[in-house]
Each structure stands twice: as C-alpha cells, then as structure tokens.
C-alpha cells in the first residue's frame, strides 16, 4: 500500500465532484487543478550580511521540507549596494506530495497560529493564481522560536490550473481555505 496525503484523497474524492456540479464541468479533466506552490523570501538586507541567506535557507527548508536555492540578481543596483548574481532571497517550488502536505500543514497548523486571524483575503491574480503574504516565519510548527534571530516575512503562491479567479478561489475554498467572508 502506498502513502497518500489526505489532501490528494480529498481533492479526488470530494473537491473535485463539486467543482464539475458547481461549474457544469462534462469531465473531470477540465476541474482545475493546484499544479504547484511558490515559497518566496525577497531578503534585501542579505547585501550587508551573507549569513542572513544562509539561516534563510535552512529555515525555508524546514518549512517545505524539501532544499531551498537561493536567487541571484539580475543586474547591478548601485543605490541598493547589489552586485549581479549577488544572492538576494529564497525560493522553494513544490508539487505533488510535498505540496499537498504543505498545504495540509498551512491550512491547519500555520495559519491558525497567527495571533487575531479572521481569514485571508480572496483577491486572486486576474489568471486564476493566488498569492498569501506572511509576516513572520515562526507561524510554522518546525521554526524554534528560541533559535530565530530575525523575523522575516514570506509570499506564498498557489499556482491552479483554472482559467478564471472564481474556479481558483472555488477550488482553494473546497480545501478548507480560511477565506474572510466579506470580500
């Protein structure tokens, strides 16, 4: 017997029937789907202190659990002190397993943990993606908060399938996404 995320279960079994009644969907190929999900950390201040990266990417790796990379700048930025190919933040891309346990982890540790929480907002990006700003990493169970030295914040991307802003708040709200009410 192999391991499956309840996420990937629940999308099969429940998510995925409402969206084909909810939509009028004549096959299950066309429900949109979450192809992946983009951890991003812009660390400006990594020009001054190479450490900064470093801690970055172990604690990025502890969230996702799977090996953060760094990303490097474009191009010269001489009132920012930034050189090209200096690195300037951390970024993690996951899909399948990983990232329905994320998401899993998200919904029903991380967000609950942050202090007077009355839901995230629903605007999405005009082509059926969402995008979640955190301000603090230590809303993740695998952060020790005793070990933090600077408290970054993080974007988190929800990349779907679906063609419109209502079949991707539709599909993130069918897995249990803490939208606010009044949109």
């Known amino acids: ?13 429940q998510v995925a029937p409402a969206l084909m009644k909810e939509f009028n ?4 190929m066309q429900c949109p789907k979450l192809l992946k999900i983009v951890l991003n950390q812009g660390l400006g201040e990594a020009t001054q202190d190479k450490k900064i990266i470093e801690v970055a990417l172990k604690e990025m790796s502890l969230i ?18 930034v050189r090209k190919q200096m690195p300037i933040g951390v970024k993690v891309t996951l ?9 899993e982890r998200l ?26 700003g955190i301000t603090e990493q230590i809303i993740f169970p695998e952060i ?10 993080m974007n988190i991307t929800f990349v779907t399938s679906g063609k419109t802003d209502a079949e991707a708040y539709s599909l993130l709200k069918n897995f249990g996404f803490p939208f606010k009410t009044n949109n």
């Open 95 to 103: 899909r399948h397993d990983k990232m329905y346990e994320f998401l």
């Open 107 to 132: 919904i029903k540790v991380a967000l609950p943990r942050i202090r007077d929480f009355k839901g995230v907002s629903g605007k999405m990006d005009g082509r059926g993606n969402y995008t979640l």
């Open 64 to 81: 996702s659990g799977q090996k953060a990379v760094s990303t490097l700048s474009r191009k010269d930025i001489s009132n920012f002190k």
């Open 1 to 13: 017997m192999s391991y499956e995320p309840s996420l990937k279960k629940l999308y099969v079994e």
């Open 25 to 28: 969907y004549s096959s299950v």
């Open 144 to 153: 020790n908060i005793d070990t933090v030295q600077k408290i970054q914040g």
